[in-house]
């Protein structure tokens, strides 16, 4: 349980801090929505490969040979 408590918790910060940066990219270039947009895909991208990186199922892994 606690590591699907982690898992979790790593693709909503991950999402969280990039619509945070998008959003302060936008208020400061009155560029809205797009920074926003851009930084909150970034974010989901950014959590999604926390969260495969962690759980060891990407390409990382050594096979036995």
Same mark, same amino acid.
């Given at each position: 349980? =606690?590591?699907g408590f982690r %898992?979790?918790?790593? %693709?909503? &910060?991950? @999402? &969280?801090?990039g619509a945070g940066?998008?959003?302060?990219?936008?208020?400061?270039?009155?560029?809205?929505? /797009?920074? /926003?947009? &851009?930084?909150?895909? %970034?974010?989901?991208? =950014?959590?999604? @490969?926390?969260? @495969? *990186?962690? &759980?060891? =199922?990407?390409?990382?892994? *050594?096979?036995?040979?």
């Amino acid at each position: 349980m =606690a590591l699907g408590f982690r %898992l979790s918790s790593e %693709l909503i &910060a991950g @999402v &969280a801090v990039g619509a945070g940066i998008g959003w302060g990219f936008d208020h400061l270039l009155s560029t809205s929505p /797009f920074g /926003f947009i &851009a930084f909150l895909l %970034l974010g989901f991208v =950014a959590g999604v @490969v926390n969260v @495969v *990186r962690t &759980a060891g =199922a990407g390409p990382n892994k *050594r096979g036995g040979s």
